[in-house]
Every structure is written in C-alpha cells, then in structure tokens.
C-alpha cells in the first residue's frame, strides 16, 4: 500500500469513527437524560447510560484528549505554513480536520453532561489510574518523555503522553522545507503514540458506548496515520525519535 492509499485509508476510518459517534450521540444523550430524569431506580443497564461523573474515565477522557489534539491541531497549522510538499500538507490537513471535529464532540459532551471542562485540583491522566497509564494491549508508554514510574511529570507545556514540549513547538515554528517536515512527523508520531494510550484507556474504562466506540476508532485511525508517517520519515531518511 502506498503513502497516498494508506493516507486515503486513514481518513475514511477516521471519517467514519467521527460519522458514527454522531449518529448514536444523539441516542445516547436523550438514554441518559431519560434514566436520569425518570424518578426510578434505573436497571443495571440503565445504570451504565446516565451521566458520568466528573471524576469518572468518561469526563477524563473528553477532557483530556480535547486538550491533546488541540495540541495536535496546533502542530498541523504550523507545518503546513513551514512546507509545500503536498503529501505533509494533505496529512497535515486530515490530521487537523477529523481532530478538530473529535474535540468539538468531546467538549459538546462535556457540556450535555454539565460538567466543566477544566478539573480544578485533578491531575490530568488521573482517570487512568484505575487501568494503569502503560501497557494498554501491549503498548508501552514507559520509555517516552515525562514518564516517572508509570505516571506522567508534565513538563514545558506537555501537559500528557506525547505532547510536545514548547522549546519543541518553538523549533518547529522556526523550522522550514525538510527540517519542518521531519520534526513535524516525529513530533506528531510521538503524539498519536500518546494519544492511543489515552484512547485504549477509554475504551477499557469508559462507560459510555457512544465515547467508547470513538476511542476505538481513534486507535485504528491513528494507528494507520503512524504507518503513513513512518513511510513519510523513510522517504525523508529519517525515522521516529527513539526515547529508550
């Protein structure tokens, strides 16, 4: 499969991840709003749709992945001003575009559910702690930037798994032509290694079917982008950035 297939791939698994959390968001919201304002004590299965809590993996997970890919949104507008190579600028794009739209869910989530959008005195990554933040299906976190014992030290700005860090952002800004284009799929191949990480952790510990079936689409998507970026970098001769 080529670069260009594999990156047609991608947004149609990504496309669809997003098409389908829209679909059943609407259900899922009227569910819980029905078991929640029914005035009974709801069965086992009703139990599962009402609200989430504020501390629960569910709001964790809208939180912070809404902050992790506006990071990742933020990295896609830079490179695609710092190189005209067509095939960067079209990953750029679709990287933007689907997690711009999946943030917009999350924090339209957040907002059905009334519960904010910063948690004051809660760590982030803290939701995880119920499934461990390394080692989801075998992917391990342990050797990536801000990783202490299995919990994440957030530092210059990296606020979670992957993010970068400012002095890396500020690089990249300054970058241009193949250095831009390198950094940029370095950074963001470390990034989508964070975000699966978060996104096999919601699908563990969520409860909400709706966020759970987006988090899985986000690891098959973002799976599928690390091999397009992988191609990408040898094309360039380079290759991920080695943490261990």
């Not at 860090?165 to 964070?194: F, I, W």
Request: hydrophobic content about 40%; charged content about 25%; aromatic content about 4%.
């Amino acid at each position: 499969m080529t670069v260009t297939e594999r990156t047609r791939r991608t947004r149609w698994v990504a496309g669809s991840a997003v098409a389908l959390a829209v679909l059943f968001a609407g259900a899922a919201t009227v569910a819980s709003a029905r078991d929640d304002g029914a005035g009974h004590h709801p069965s086992a299965s009703g139990a599962a749709q009402r609200t989430p809590g504020a501390e629960s993996a569910d709001a964790g997970f809208a939180r912070d992945m809404a902050v992790h890919h506006q990071q990742a949104v933020e990295m896609s507008f830079i490179v695609r001003d710092r190189t005209r190579d067509e095939d960067v600028r079209r990953l750029a794009y679709d990287i933007a575009n689907t997690q711009a739209n999946q943030r917009g869910m999350l924090l339209g989530w957040l907002d059905l559910w009334e519960l904010p959008k910063v948690a004051a005195g809660q760590e982030p990554m803290a939701w995880m702690a119920g499934g461990g933040q390394s080692g989801h299906e075998g992917h391990d976190m342990a050797g990536m930037p801000g990783m202490d014992g299995g919990a994440y030290r957030a530092h210059d700005g990296s606020l979670m798994p992957g993010m970068a860090t400012r002095t890396e952002l500020g690089r990249l800004r300054e970058a241009s032509g193949k250095q831009a284009e390198v950094l940029y799929l370095q950074l963001m191949t470390d990034h989508h290694k964070g975000g699966i990480d978060m996104a096999r952790g919601c699908a563990d510990l969520c409860t909400v079917k709706v966020e759970k079936r987006l988090a899985q689409g986000m690891v098959e998507a973002q799976q599928s982008e690390l091999d397009a970026m992988a191609d990408l970098l040898a094309e360039r001769g380079a290759k991920p950035r080695d943490h261990g």
